[in-house]
């Protein structure tokens, strides 16, 4: 008999939006269950060993009954797809005797301690509705609550559709006709997740991306999934972090993701080739969140480039004009980014993505190639480092547009490295690697200096070209814009020759992955 497994797709809402689910026709039922109150407790060890594996053991009561449950790591964005076992349990700790056949006890085995303890605790209300959607049964369950730790606590409002029979499209086929009236984003933290972000102060931080972990057989579809599944988490995150803090950060973690979801489908695009949606969802991300790089492009100019200026001219009044001036752009980018961020075609086209990723025609097609994805990792590494050597020659006679889309190839290079350094992890490797990726970063530092000072240029010409307010600005703010541009031009020489010595430093660095 094969491991029971639980397959979901979470969403994300408010309170109020919880309220309009509860009403929607497409979840109505004749005859509705009372909501349940649902306490929860997870434990783990003192050293996190089964959070660090992506497990939980819980114990949750049911009124007067209790019932234990293990779930195994799931790479989720929306669509959780797990191992999960359960039991009734006598009371409310864990018995340790129910698991010899999970990977409980060999990752307790492995821990400092082995000693559980309590870490997290949900308490939740919860309704359930069983449902139809296309030709399957699906469980709808609306949970409002929330998550408590003994340094703080979060609210839990989410839609939970776990399919019951049938296939997982329909899962994403009721959500997106759900999100047409009910403002849902895709969820991707469970709610133990929330606890132990809680617990380790990240759940209100922008977020790097994650490391990407692949079986050393796994094939190239399964390879791409993961991929794909580790931006649009990275994506999530920092777009909840953002829309509630406004932290630049978070604006950059979220482009970061993007531009990591788009260089994956540039990665993997021969085994995406003969699927269409994968070039019309990437061409769609890019037009939808084009104005994110004005934004961060005053960000950086604003917090490096006037920030180091004006340290360097601490008596130049000019200085504070222009910073007042380009804050109120700013701010009016922002309002930019925030409004496509709260639109319903923005998380209709992440639930379009995420959909496609998990249930598109290409799976299929790729799964039959059956290509491995070490040997898709090999062929596109070298193909992509070929790209570096031919764009990157003669490296300090290029213009800025020229040496751009050298620092795009190099960006692409350290991304794939990044997405399959898992594939190889033999200590030689594992050494190689190191030296790439440190060469590769060396070259994205100098060649981004450089694109940041062609960026000022582009951000202080369209204060004297009369674009925008800070064309109406008095002169000392002009004066200043030129100062600046000034002081950046003396220092590209240096810069380019520094990004030439580079670009050949990571030609003679051997490659990890031959």
Same mark, same amino acid.
């Given at each position: 008999?094969?491991?029971?497994?639980?397959?979901?797709?979470?969403?994300?809402?408010?309170?109020?939006?919880?309220?309009?689910?509860?009403?929607? /026709?497409?979840?109505?039922?004749?005859?509705?269950?009372?909501?349940?109150?649902?306490?929860?407790?997870?434990?783990?060890?003192?050293?996190?060993?089964?959070?660090?594996?992506?497990?939980?053991?819980?114990?949750?009561?049911?009124?007067?009954?209790?019932?234990?449950?293990?779930?195994?790591?799931?790479?989720?964005?929306?669509?959780?797809?797990?191992?999960?076992?359960?039991?009734?349990?006598?009371?409310?700790?864990?018995?340790?005797?129910?698991?010899?056949?999970?990977?409980?006890?060999?990752?307790?085995?492995?821990?400092?301690? /082995?000693?559980?303890?309590?870490?997290?605790?949900?308490?939740?209300?919860?309704?359930?509705?069983?449902?139809?959607?296309?030709?399957?049964?699906?469980?709808?369950?609306?949970?409002?609550?929330?998550?408590?730790?003994?340094?703080?606590?979060?609210?839990?409002?989410?839609?939970?559709?776990?399919?019951?029979?049938?296939?997982?499209?329909?899962?994403?086929?009721?959500?997106?006709?759900?999100?047409?009236?009910? /403002?849902?984003?895709?969820?991707?933290?469970?709610?133990?997740?929330?606890?132990?972000?809680?617990?380790?102060?990240?759940?209100?931080?922008?977020?790097?991306? %994650?490391?990407?972990?692949?079986?050393?057989?796994?094939?190239?579809?399964?390879?791409?999934?993961?991929?794909?599944?580790?931006?649009?988490?990275?994506?999530?995150?920092?777009?909840?972090?953002?829309?509630?803090?406004?932290?630049?950060?978070?604006?950059?973690?979220?482009?970061?993701?993007?531009?990591?979801?788009?260089?994956?489908?540039?990665?993997?695009?021969?085994?995406?080739?003969?699927?269409?949606?994968?070039?019309?969802?990437?061409?769609?991300?890019?037009?939808?969140?084009?104005?994110?790089?004005?934004?961060?492009?005053?960000?950086?100019?604003?917090?490096?480039?006037?920030?180091?200026?004006?340290?360097?001219?601490?008596?130049?009044?000019?200085?504070?004009?222009?910073?007042?001036?380009?804050?109120?752009?700013?701010?009016?980018?922002?309002?930019?980014?925030?409004?496509?961020?709260?639109?319903?075609?923005?998380?209709?086209?992440?639930?379009?993505?995420?959909?496609?990723?998990?249930? %598109?025609?290409?799976?299929?097609?790729?799964?039959?190639?059956?290509?491995?994805?070490?040997?898709?990792?090999?062929?596109?590494?070298?193909?992509?480092?070929?790209?570096?050597?031919?764009?990157?020659?003669?490296?300090?006679?290029?213009?800025?547009?020229?040496?751009?889309?050298?620092?795009?190839?190099?960006?692409?290079?350290?991304?794939?490295?990044?997405?399959?350094?898992?594939?190889?992890?033999?200590?030689?490797?594992?050494?190689?690697?190191?030296?790439?990726?440190?060469?590769?970063?060396?070259?994205?530092?100098?060649?981004?200096?450089?694109?940041?000072?062609?960026?000022?240029?582009?951000?202080?010409?369209?204060?004297?070209?009369?674009?925008?307010?800070?064309?109406?600005?008095? %002169?000392?703010?002009?004066?200043?814009?030129?100062?600046?541009?000034?002081?950046?031009?003396?220092?590209?020489?240096?810069?380019?020759?520094?990004?030439?010595?580079?670009?050949?430093?990571?030609?003679?660095?051997? /490659?990890?992955?031959?």
């Amino acid at each position: 008999m094969g491991t029971p497994r639980e397959v979901e797709l979470k969403l994300d809402c408010g309170a109020a939006d919880l309220a309009e689910l509860a009403r929607h /026709p497409l979840l109505a039922v004749e005859e509705p269950t009372e909501a349940e109150f649902l306490s929860a407790t997870y434990y783990d060890t003192a050293d996190r060993a089964l959070h660090r594996k992506g497990m939980t053991l819980r114990v949750r009561r049911h009124g007067e009954r209790h019932v234990q449950t293990v779930k195994a790591a799931s790479s989720a964005a929306g669509l959780f797809d797990r191992s999960e076992w359960e039991w009734a349990v006598d009371g409310p700790t864990p018995d340790l005797s129910l698991l010899e056949d999970t990977p409980v006890p060999d990752v307790l085995g492995s821990a400092s301690s /082995p000693d559980l303890a309590a870490v997290v605790t949900t308490i939740i209300e919860r309704t359930t509705r069983a449902v139809g959607h296309g030709r399957s049964r699906i469980s709808a369950t609306l949970d409002q609550g929330r998550v408590e730790t003994p340094v703080g606590d979060a609210p839990i409002w989410e839609l939970e559709l776990e399919l019951v029979e049938g296939d997982p499209a329909d899962l994403f086929l009721l959500a997106q006709s759900l999100a047409e009236t009910v /403002p849902l984003r895709l969820g991707v933290l469970s709610k133990s997740e929330r606890g132990f972000r809680i617990l380790n102060d990240t759940l209100r931080r922008p977020s790097k991306a %994650g490391a990407v972990k692949l079986d050393v057989d796994a094939s190239a579809a399964t390879a791409f999934r993961a991929v794909a599944v580790a931006c649009l988490t990275q994506l999530r995150l920092n777009e909840d972090v953002f829309l509630k803090t406004r932290d630049p950060e978070g604006l950059h973690q979220i482009r970061v993701a993007l531009r990591r979801l788009r260089s994956a489908f540039t990665l993997f695009k021969p085994i995406l080739a003969a699927d269409p949606a994968a070039t019309h969802l990437r061409q769609e991300i890019k037009r939808v969140t084009e104005p994110f790089g004005h934004a961060r492009n005053l960000d950086v100019f604003l917090s490096e480039t006037l920030a180091d200026e004006m340290a360097r001219r601490p008596d130049e009044a000019g200085l504070d004009d222009l910073r007042l001036r380009l804050e109120a752009e700013r701010d009016r980018a922002y309002g930019t980014v925030f409004s496509i961020l709260d639109s319903q075609a923005w998380r209709s086209l992440i639930l379009d993505v995420s959909a496609w990723i998990e249930t %598109g025609p290409w799976r299929g097609d790729a799964e039959r190639e059956g290509v491995s994805a070490r040997d898709h990792a090999e062929a596109m590494l070298d193909k992509a480092r070929r790209r570096i050597r031919k764009r990157g020659r003669h490296l300090q006679r290029l213009d800025a547009e020229a040496r751009h889309e050298v620092r795009i190839e190099a960006k692409k290079l350290r991304y794939g490295a990044e997405f399959f350094a898992s594939l190889y992890g033999e200590k030689k490797a594992q050494k190689r690697h190191k030296a790439f990726v440190s060469a590769l970063s060396d070259l994205q530092d100098h060649l981004g200096a450089l694109n940041d000072l062609a960026t000022a240029h582009s951000v202080l010409a369209s204060l004297a070209s009369g674009t925008g307010e800070a064309a109406e600005g008095d %002169g000392r703010a002009l004066f200043a814009a030129g100062l600046t541009a000034a002081d950046g031009e003396a220092r590209t020489n240096d810069l380019l020759k520094a990004a030439g010595q580079a670009h050949e430093a990571l030609l003679d660095v051997k /490659p990890f992955w031959r």
